[in-house]
């Protein structure tokens, strides 16, 4: 009896489950093969304002580009504010001209990310018109060593840097094809993270930052300006909550730090 | 006799063997050892963000989520973003807007996040085994034991006795699948909390031209994710099944079947490094078993590896089998 129970239990449960995995199985299939319905349509409005400013205000503005990852970008900023926010408060102090800026800063981006973002051309005339360019790249490339032990970390920091450097080498020569005139900003790399990291890796990063400012004091009007410095003793103010970015005042401080170095070209200009 | 009466038969027959049992006791063992293991690794990371991140992010995840979807908004409103990555941004923040409105640590755990994890990962090895242990001795078994001779002298046809034999299987199939589904909901449902069902999960991953394509990612509900990975992890159990239980009829003993098919699966894990290089490695029915990884878009994109091809594939290999199944079970000549 117990067994003509329990055959009659699976026999409904089969069914029933069959049923529904049936469904299941023919939405799988669906989800992974269906057609995509919904065109890219909102690429075109959004690329021609941009265009469109840049034609109309030539003369007497100051332009500056953000170039790089989410620091350019101004992410972590609570205030929603970044470099686009607070590099103009800054600037208009030194010029009676209107602040211009263009901010190309993605998050994440790699320094591959970053030549591949400029050979792909979309910027070429707004690096044409820059004044002034700030990049910020190579924080995420060194970031995904930073878990390894200490002797892949150094054999792989040796990879990642090697190829950093030449592709930011490419960078800034397609940079200079558009644009030989403008001042460069680099922006050096910090260290966020108060405890967890060894003086072995403020080695690396040093180093780091070190050769980055060789490769960009090589252009003429190429400026390396370091922040981390500017960050060791102060995490606590200037670092977002992520842990990672800067905050508001954070980027304030950078800012500052940037108009003061920049100060006479821009009221020469 | 009607083929109703014959599963049923067949059914007792795998329940008297205590097979069933067996499947259970593995499933419940093994689903509560990945459960407290899951548990014990998410403490860990737990500590280790709090300890690298210098604050404790971890309770303070809420802000960290707001000052993400600021974040996102602002990049989807950058014009120099490409299309794909707009559509999963927008993804992301989908997800992310419902653990804040929802008030849910994106870093927990839930039992709808286990279970569906666990048949992802349960799918290319771990599943197919358990149906082996079903399916491999159904018609050995009855030879080795002398039994079949019993089967075949009653006067029902060769193919109704093998088809009952393989729809008990089918049936069987379900009930493994539909058990793997209650138990790991309800174990983990004791270590993360039973809830999660309706959080969203991006899925519709395609590959276009050999990349990952992302333009059509959307977001659905965990219930109806998991069950699409259970119903693929169904199908999956058919197709081993299938196979497993052809050479149960061509070998004729179990030792040897279990072995053959087993094997096969093993060695399906190295075929698929050569997965991109060696075009024919992509007709094996074990390197097409990770059928999930199309919904999570987890995989390596390959040319020419799409859903539809990894299920063609199968479904080739499934009805071959059952093919020569029947003409080989209703032609060969049975001596015990």
Not at chain 2, 171 to 176: A, G, P, R, S, Y
Request: glycine share 6%; aromatic share 10%.
């Amino acid at each position: 009896m117990l067994k003509k129970s329990i055959w009659y239990s699976i026999m409904a449960i089969a069914c029933v489950s069959f049923i529904v995995l049936a469904i299941g199985f023919y939405q799988a299939i669906i989800v992974t093969t269906a057609v995509n319905l919904q065109p890219s349509s909102n690429e075109i409005p959004q690329t021609t304002p941009d265009s469109a400013q840049l034609t109309t205000k030539k003369t007497s503005s100051f332009k500056v580009l953000l170039l790089g990852d989410s620091v350019a970008k101004g992410t972590g900023d609570e205030k929603n504010k970044g470099f686009s926010g607070y590099l103009p408060e800054y600037f208009k102090n030194s010029t009676p001209k209107e602040i211009l800026i263009d901010n190309a800063g993605i998050d994440g981006l790699e320094s591959i990310g970053l030549l591949e973002q400029l050979q792909s051309g979309r910027l070429e005339k707004t690096i044409a018109d820059s004044d002034l360019i700030l990049i910020s790249i190579g924080g995420n490339d060194v970031r995904g060593i930073l878990t390894l032990n200490a002797l892949a970390k150094e054999d792989q920091f040796k990879v990642r840097q090697d190829s950093y450097l030449g592709y930011l080498k490419q960078t800034l020569k397609v940079i200079r094809t558009a644009n030989p005139g403008s001042i460069l900003i680099f922006l050096g790399l910090y260290d966020p993270y108060e405890k967890a990291n060894s003086v072995e890796d403020i080695r690396l990063l040093n180093t780091w930052n070190y050769n980055t400012q060789q490769l960009v004091e090589e252009d003429g009007k190429g400026l390396f300006i370091p922040t981390y410095d500017l960050l060791k003793f102060n995490l606590g103010r200037y670092i977002a909550k992520d842990g990672l970015h800067p905050n508001s005042a954070g980027y304030q401080a950078l800012s500052n730090r940037i108009s003061k170095s920049v100060e006479s070209i821009i009221t020469g200009s | 006799m009607k083929l109703f009466s014959l599963i049923e038969n067949e059914v007792i027959k795998m329940i008297s063997k205590k097979r069933l049992m067996f499947v259970l006791a593995i499933l419940v063992v093994l689903i509560s050892v990945f459960a407290y293991g899951q548990n014990h690794t998410s403490e860990k990371t737990k500590a280790q963000l709090a300890q690298r991140m210098g604050i404790t992010a971890t309770d303070d995840w809420r802000k960290l989520a707001d000052q993400q979807l600021i974040d996102m908004k602002n990049r989807l409103d950058s014009p120099y973003m490409d299309e794909n990555s707009k559509t999963s941004t927008r993804v992301r923040m989908e997800q992310l807007q419902y653990n804040v409105d929802n008030n849910i640590n994106p870093l927990e755990q839930s039992a709808a996040k286990f279970t569906t994890k666990f048949m992802e990962q349960a799918i290319f090895l771990f599943l197919p085994l358990l149906i082996i242990m079903l399916a491999a001795d159904m018609v050995s078994g009855e030879s080795s034991s002398g039994t079949i001779k019993l089967l075949l002298v009653r006067n029902v046809p060769r193919w109704k006795i093998l088809l009952s034999k393989y729809l008990t299987l089918v049936i069987l199939e379900v009930i493994v699948v539909f058990l793997a589904f209650m138990l790991s909901a309800i174990i983990s449902g004791f270590f993360f909390g039973f809830g999660g069902w309706l959080a969203p999960v991006a899925t519709g991953f395609k590959v276009i031209a050999g990349k990952l394509d992302t333009s059509s990612v959307l977001n659905v509900p965990q219930w109806q994710y998991s069950l699409m990975v259970y119903s693929l992890a169904f199908f999956v159990a058919v197709v081993v099944g299938s196979i497993s239980f052809m050479i149960s009829i061509l070998v004729k003993s179990t030792a040897a079947s279990i072995g053959i098919i087993m094997s096969t699966l093993v060695a399906g894990n190295f075929l698929s490094f050569f997965l991109s290089d060696w075009k024919i490695t992509r007709y094996m029915f074990m390197v097409n078993l990770r059928l999930t990884d199309y919904l999570s878009g987890s995989f390596q994109p390959i040319e020419g590896m799409t859903m539809l091809f990894s299920i063609s594939v199968l479904l080739g290999w499934t009805i071959g089998s059952i093919i020569i199944s029947f003409v080989y079970f209703t032609k060969q000549d049975i001596l015990v």
